[in-house]
């Protein structure tokens, strides 16, 4: 069945420098999504990549979908103590059409 | 707007005990509706999918039973709980349509004894 690896799986960082996560699926997928996790709460919906090479910013995050459709990156620019949490990449298959959650990449950022 | 209710925050059950957890939604009309385990330090793992009033669709073989007895109701059960069971129990919905972009509730935490 479809994997979807991230890594790494965990990052600490001095506030201010920069982080990024990546994910990997075993197959093509149509879309990928992200979402982030603070310690303790649930997930939260961060932004949807579709097309092959898109690339989508929100503020200090830049996320990448690869232009094969099996790879995406999520990227932190001068990371803040309000980034720490968990950053979960969903992959959503071609054929069966379920997402399928990589097991996160949990940020630590010491101010 | 739409919001998602799940409850309890937190559960200690004994090994061998009924499990029921409730998810609700407001604001929609038609939803997916999705039931998740977390693993402590792991990503997540689907248990059930719904994409209509008793349809539901399971993605593990396991211990857990799910319902969907009303159109925004979802519920996920267990007959006899299993020290395996515990874990942090995610409800969640999305519009119509495939695996749209997900909003999970506040989840529960499950703790077997």
């Known amino acids: 069945g479809q994997q979807v690896m991230q890594i790494p799986q965990y990052q600490h960082v001095q506030e201010g420098e920069d982080f990024t996560t990546y994910c990997n699926s075993s197959t093509t997928l149509s879309n990928i999504q992200w979402y982030k996790q603070r310690p303790g709460g649930h997930p939260v919906f961060l932004i949807q990549l579709v097309k092959s090479g ?32 968990t ?21 630590t950022v010491k101010p | 707007s739409q919001t998602i209710h799940q409850w309890p925050a ?7 005990s009924p499990l029921s957890l409730e998810c609700t939604v407001e604001g929609t009309s038609n939803p997916n509706l999705y039931w998740y ?34 159109d925004r109701q979802f519920i996920l059960s267990s007959k006899k709980l299993l020290l395996s069971d ?28």
């Open chain 1, 54 to 85: 898109e690339v989508k910013k929100q503020k200090r995050l830049t996320f990448q979908f690869g232009e094969a459709k099996k790879n995406s990156s999520l990227h932190i620019t001068a990371t803040q103590t309000t980034d720490v949490g």
């Open chain 1, 87 to 107: 950053y979960f990449c969903a992959g959503r298959g071609t054929n069966a059409g379920k997402s399928t959650f990589g097991d996160g990449t949990t940020l």
């Open chain 2, 10 to 16: 937190t559960l200690v059950q004994p090994v061998g």
């Open chain 2, 37 to 70: 385990r977390q693993a402590a330090g792991r990503g997540l793992q689907l248990l059930f999918y719904s994409v209509g009033i008793g349809q539901i669709s399971s993605e593990v073989p396991q211990n857990l039973s799910a319902s969907r007895p009303q």
């Open chain 2, 86 to 113: 515990s874990g942090f129990y995610l409800c969640a919905w999305s519009v119509t349509g495939w695996w749209t972009e997900a909003f999970f509730g506040q989840g529960t935490r499950l703790t077997v004894v």
